[in-house]
Structure formats: C-alpha cells, structure tokens
C-alpha cells in the first residue's frame, strides 16, 4: 500500500502558471517514454511514487504515448487506481491529442470528431472522469484553427477538461489561438512546446507572445532526450535512450564535437555544484514565461536528480555568457 510522503510539499518550487490560478511544479513528470506496454509497470510505478512523494503534482500524457499507442495512458490508469486515487484533487494529470493514433480518416491532427474521440478514449484508458489539462498537440493546415479551438472549448465547457492548451504552435499561430479562445470564454492556459540550451526556437518571439497573453509554458526535451547529461561523455551505454530501437535520439546524433560541448558545459555545471542535466533544466527555468520543465525517468534517481536542480536556479552574466559561446 503507498502511504505518500508527508513532506511531499516541503521543497518543491511551484510557479503561477501565466495569470491563471494554477501553479505547476517547477519539475514535471512526462510519461512519453518508460511507461509503455513494452515497459516494466512496477519500474513506472516507482517513479510515479517518488515524483509525488517530492511534490511533483503534475504528470503528463497523450493518446499515443507508449509503444504501443494508448499503452502509456493504460500503464498510468493502473498505476492511478493503485495508488494515486486518493490523491486526485492534488494532481494535474493533463493529455493530447493531434499526432497519429488510429487508421483512417479521423485519427490524427485537429479536427473536432478526433479531439472530443481522442479524449473519450484517453479517459476511458486513464480511468478518469476528466484531465485538469487537455492540449491540442500540433497545429493542423488544414483544418480551420476556429474548429480546433471551438473543440478545446466544448472539452472544457463538458467538463472532461478543467483548462485547454497548445502544444508546437509557433508565435502567430500561438496568438491567433489564444485570441479564438479567448473569444469563447476558454482561455488559453498552457502551451508545451521543445526548448532546451540547444533548440532555442521558442526565444524566436514565442515566449514573448506568451508573456504578454498571460499563458504558462511547459517545456518539453529540456534535457535534448537525454544529450544534455553525463550519459554520454564515454560513449553510448547499452541502456540507454540512444541504444533503444525506435527512439528519437538516434546513436548519430551522439557526434564527437556534441561530446565536446557537452563536457564543456559539465565543466561549467560542477563548478555550480550541479550535474550538467540540473543545470540544463535551471537553464530553462530562469526564463520568466517558462512555468515547468517536463522531464522523463527510468528510474526514481532520475526524478531526484531532476528536482535538485531546484537547489540553484541563478545564473551570473558571465555564465550564460559562457555556455552561450560553447553552444552558439
């Protein structure tokens, strides 16, 4: 039985997210990897526990997370009515729909008969009456940014989702959404988009689009799925994300002049009395419109880790002045 940890609030940094009355973690849990069908439950679990149990509230799917598809959902859902249900009302528990889910015509990017189905099917996996946050994943050329936004404001206003987000728009894209829902009554909460010391395209107006409509920011790949930690300054271990079939980081993108950086910029982080992965994330953190950093785990020293980076979030100019002069 989890009985969760009473100083679960004790540390943990929480951030309003935009002018909203949410606050988020400032360390986040993404189950995009390790809580598939192909994973070990219990391992899942575990890090599930000890996230909560250091005060991070806020874990984050979508319908296609595994592999298999759903099965990350599914995992999660077990894990819930094990564990977490007693704690539901400390939770931020938020999914996604836009990217492939299932054959045909209505499986995939933005139109109202996929977000409302995606949803259903997500809360029936999830065990679930409803997620705090549902998040269109992707912007769809297609179809009209109008449909989108009234299906995100129909989720809400039926109360299978507390708050609607975007996630990958760029900054117009990200301005005419928040207007649309604006229009309707259903504020823009939250946009997810990639952001880390070496993808930086949300610096490229983004954020100030964000700032100045008052919605939160959750990145996501602050640790560039895993390039940014001490993994692979002596090679490519055989556990690890680079090695897996099927992963997004692929073994030739562990290149030797990235190795270089890298361990420049550990040089940089241990004279912080930080990993290079604590300091990636403090990074991201000290920009005013980020909210929360959304990392993975394989294991429970992963989420601590992470959470350590809480210990020092100030950078000196001379510092991002260095690290801009290794990266840029």
Known sequence: MYL???????????????????????????????????????NGRAVLRRAFDLGVTHFDLANNYGPPYGSAEETFGQIYLKDFQPHRDELIISSKAGYDMWPGPYGNWGSRKYLVTSLNQSLKRMGLEYVDIFYHHRPDPETPLEETMSALDYIVRSGKALYAGISNYNAEQTRQAA????????PCLIHQPNYSMVDRWVEDGLLEVLDEEGIGCIVFSPLEQGLLTDRYLAGIPADSRAARPRAF?????????????????????????????QMALAWVLRQKAVTSALVGASKPQQIEDSAAALNNLEFSKEALVEIDTILL
């Open 4 to 42: 969760a940890s009473d100083a679960r609030y004790e540390n943990m940094h929480y951030k309003r997210c935009g002018r909203s009355g949410i606050k988020l973690p400032m360390i986040s849990l993404g189950l995009w990897h390790n809580f598939g069908g192909v994973d070990n439950p219990e």
């Open 179 to 186: 207007a649309i829902l604006r229009s309707l009554g259903t």
């Open 249 to 277: 980081l692929k073994p030739d993108d562990v290149k030797a002049e990235v190795v270089e950086k890298v361990r420049r910029l550990n040089e940089i982080a241990q004279k912080r009395e930080q990993s290079i992965a």
